[in-house]
């Protein structure tokens, strides 16, 4: 299989920004584009979860691609999406230019979100029923989803509630060294433990932030230090009820499974994980379901520092979703460009030292669908 390289990349800062939906969206295509042969790129994956129901735009796929072929008149590419996730886009992206669809030419992949404007329960009563319609309709916001399954594992597991609170703390400590994050500023057990509780044993200080961004990667066959070496998708049932194991997520196993066959790499390799950490519980689950780690067992070398940026394995150097933000059509697209930088050396103060081979794990709702991407130096 070949490799697919990131040829540039660009970050917004994630967090509450002034900007409309369209115009986050160009300030990451923009950057990206700069410099690049504009006549190679001939496609571009958009994507966006709620930008219809969150900003009240009939069409914003439309809004988007004329903003975008507006200012590049020369870039004559075809328009993919909206894709709802990153992930998404960028595993269809990958798919595609490997040979899946034959499409020739440079391909453009661009997440973006626009979600700060309304209240927390405006957009969690927003995205519960776009996500899952079943649960959506009981009231079942992702949080109350969320707050079921740490409990599941919590219990089941044997797992000490600290350690939901250490994985706030690392990450937060992250973002404190990361420019881009809307969460800049370490906190303490303490404050993680007192912060008010959102869904039994979720507390705010558990859950990543409601944020606006955008992230976007131009992919192709040559030029470029780092690539995609392997991906994979992994699906289960929406409805937790119907799962065999409500604190384990099986889609993340089979994505993990099939990104590291087409890799050819051991986990043993990889030494930067950027994982799906909407709730700080999420981490620890993903990190099991990858398969780095036996059930249940995760928190321990989170407990001894390995997952520490200077420690054997990086999780979540950027901050994660957690700290870093989820703007949520751009979650996937920031951790690419987080691996860029650690592969390259150009991480700062949050550099894991020898970083050679990373994990990108990017999910739909609670793990319904599952992205896998695996990232090596070319």
């Known amino acids: 299989m070949k490799k697919i390289k990131i040829k540039s990349a660009h970050l917004t800062r994630i967090g509450v920004l002034s900007a409309d939906y369209v115009s986050i969206t160009m300030d990451a295509v923009r950057p990206a584009l700069s410099g690049v042969d504009i006549e190679r790129v001939a496609h571009v994956y958009l994507s966006a979860y709620a930008p219809a129901e969150l900003c009240g735009i009939t069409d914003p796929f439309r809004e988007a691609t004329r903003a975008i072929q507006s200012e590049f008149p020369a870039l004559r590419a075809t328009y993919h999406g909206l894709f709802k996730t990153g992930g998404e886009a960028l595993y269809t992206a990958l798919a595609d230019l490997s040979g899946g669809g034959n499409p020739t030419g440079d391909i453009l992949v661009v997440g973006s979100e626009k979600m700060t404007h309304l209240t927390p329960s405006e957009v969690a009563g927003t995205l519960s029923g776009r996500e899952n319609t079943h649960d959506g309709a009981y009231g079942a916001t992702l949080p109350a989803l969320g707050g079921l399954v740490t409990h599941a594992y919590l219990s089941s597991r044997g797992v000490p509630e600290q350690a939901l609170h250490a994985v706030a703390v690392k990450n937060h400590r992250n973002g404190a060294l990361n420019p881009k994050a809307h969460f800049q500023k370490a906190v303490t057990p303490a404050e993680v433990a007192s912060s008010p509780l959102v869904r039994d044993p979720l507390r705010r200080l558990h859950c990543s932030p409601i944020s606006d961004g955008a992230a976007a990667l131009l992919l192709g066959e040559d030029g470029g230090e780092v690539a995609f070496a392997g991906w994979g998708k992994g699906t289960d049932t929406p409805l937790l009820q119907e799962r065999r194991d409500v604190a384990s997520f099986a889609a993340t196993a089979r994505a993990s499974e099939a990104a590291r066959a ?28 990858l398969g780095f780690y036996e059930p249940g067992t995760a928190w321990r070398p989170l407990d001894a520092g390995d997952l ?56 739909g709702g609670v793990s319904n669908e599952s992205y896998v991407f695996i990232v090596d130096q070319t």
């Open 262 to 289: 087409m890799a050819g790499i051991a986990l043993d390799d990889i030494n930067v994980v950027e994982i799906h950490d909407a709730f700080v519980s999420f981490e620890l689950i993903n990190l099991e379901a």
């Open 308 to 363: 520490e940026t200077s420690g054997r394995r990086a999780v979540n150097p950027s901050g994660g979703m957690k700290a870093r933000g989820h703007p949520i059509g751009a979650t996937a697209l920031t951790a690419g460009v987080e691996m860029l930088e650690q592969l390259t050396g150009r991480a700062g103060a949050r550099q894991h030292r020898g970083a050679r081979a990373g994990m990108i794990q990017s999910v």
